[in-house]
């Protein structure tokens, strides 16, 4: 996720992709973190009706499909300057040393018991163990903050990276995604983000899409012109089953957001052109600070949260409901942002060691 998309002309003769990276991929990386802030807003507020909040979270929600999809897409598409050894260092220093330094604060309030406190699996697991070993085992699975669970998962995605490469130079290993599909569709996302090996066998087929995605990407969209209605109906199909079935199958969610990756990566490329330059200038500086966003939005949503409580908010503050749904979530994009550039402006190029971005 962290890695530029700029590199080389793509193979495509279109003139909407002669630029030197792709845009769309940029674009949908600006998409997915506004998905990502908007899907941590949920839980955070009062639902009256649950029917609502479960349509709410099924359209909305598992936005990790996006960001999983993007990175084995751009994991494959910069895959020819590959050296595993350098690749690593880049994500030791611009994912995992981030990660480190903005946990610091969110562990202190887990183990302080005070802003933030751990969830209940993590507790009922770890509560026993002396102070150093709570803090190993928050980094190892991300519950000190509730999107903090993605680092360790795609951290496994980092160290088997010679496989998933020796996949992509031998394409007829791809034979494997269907088995792959099969097994997200009955392996479920854990419900509690509490194990990050179920959620790396869940999510391998959505990252190893990305990558078949990348390396056909001159025939993508021919085929996607062919058959965009009927993945659009496999979509629709498979959101009405979810919306139908209780509890919610989070493993039919994934399935359909990743039909919806290659829907989105498609429009983004077809009206390419006729997208206002403000929009490519907003999608594209969204997806530069993306990672940065990713870290830092839920202390402000937290920060929220912990305000309506000290200080009494009017219940409509703190009710699902669309002005104050958008005021969580502009207040902790753009506080995020403000933080980011703040960061940016005192360590310039070194800020991607402290925030990723």
Known sequence: MTDKTIIEPTPYKNTKNSSKFLRYIHNF?????????????????????????KITSILIGNGTVYFIFIAGFLFQFLSSKYEYKKYLSKKLQYVILPYLLISIPAIIFCIARKIYIPPDWFSARFSDWSIPGQIIMYLLTGAHLPPFWFIPMITIFYIISPILLWVDRHPQAYRILPMLLTITAVVPRPYQNDNVMQSFVHFLSVYMIGMFCSHYRDKLFLIVQKKYFWLLIGFVILTALEIAIVPRPIAINSLSKLILCVLIIYVLWLIESRLPKKFHEIMGFLAELSFGIYFLHDYFIIAYSGAANKFGFDPFWTQANPLTFSLIFFTAVGASIVSILIVKRIFGKNSRFVIGS
């Not at 600006?30 to 609502?52: K, M, N, Q, S, Y």
């Open 29 to 53: 990386r600006g998409f997915a973190i506004l998905t990502i802030v908007a899907t941590h807003i949920i839980p955070t507020l009062e639902w009256g009706d649950e029917r609502v909040e």
